[in-house]
């Protein structure tokens, strides 16, 4: 479970906030999509539940544990997968999934057990043993959810992960979030793609300018019209 509570930013030089009293709380089962515009506060939110930044007000807590206060603890529970794809370039696959692992002080048969079987679901078993600088995007991103995925963590984290995945891995992807979710565990991953949270979500938030405009079904959403999501999207974010 992630409750945000009142949860305000700023950047130092800028008087706007960049998420402004923001309350959510996902609940285990569930998957949570995040969805706004380029610059509304994703990234900025997902940066505090994982502990890179700070907020200025307000607190989050990973199944319990607040990531401010009782960091570790709080960041055992969460698999994350940013946005960004600063790997370490000169590590072969195997080798930066083994330095995941020893991160998290992962069991060596459960390491192996589970290095094996998402690289084979990912199909990069051929690639492991290579540099990782010789991947495509696509194979960076797929080793990161792996790397994010190894310590076996309650709540995952991802930040827009199906960019630059193909359409087998993306499925893949949403299987095993599907499956995470249905465990009993909590998913919150941000898109841009609105048709993706439409079929993958069981609860959405719009986020605009720092704040949340919109959390509830889509079912909710929609109520009221026909309309499609993306015409509903456009509407709750435009015009101002
Ligand atoms: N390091 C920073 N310094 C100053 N302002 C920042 C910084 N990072 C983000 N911002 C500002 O904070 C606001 C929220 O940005 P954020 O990156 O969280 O949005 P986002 O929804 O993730 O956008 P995108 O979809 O483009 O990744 C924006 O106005 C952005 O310009």
Redesign the pocket.
Known sequence: MIQIENVSKS????K?K??SAMNLQVENGEIFGFI????????????MMTGILTPDEGRILINGHDIVRDPISAKMEIGFVP?SQDVFDKLTGMEYLGFMADVYGVEPADRRERIGRYLEMFELTKAAGDNIKSYSHGMRQKLMVIGALLHNPPVWVL??PMVGLDPKSSHLLKQEMRRHADSGNSVFF?T?VLEVAEKLCDRIGI?DH?ELIFVGTLAELRSGNQESLEELFLQLTEGE
């Open positions: 950047y130092a030089k800028s706007v960049a998420v706004g515009p380029n610059g509304a506060g994703k990234t900025t939110t997902i940066k946005d930040d827009e941000s841009h986020i720092g």
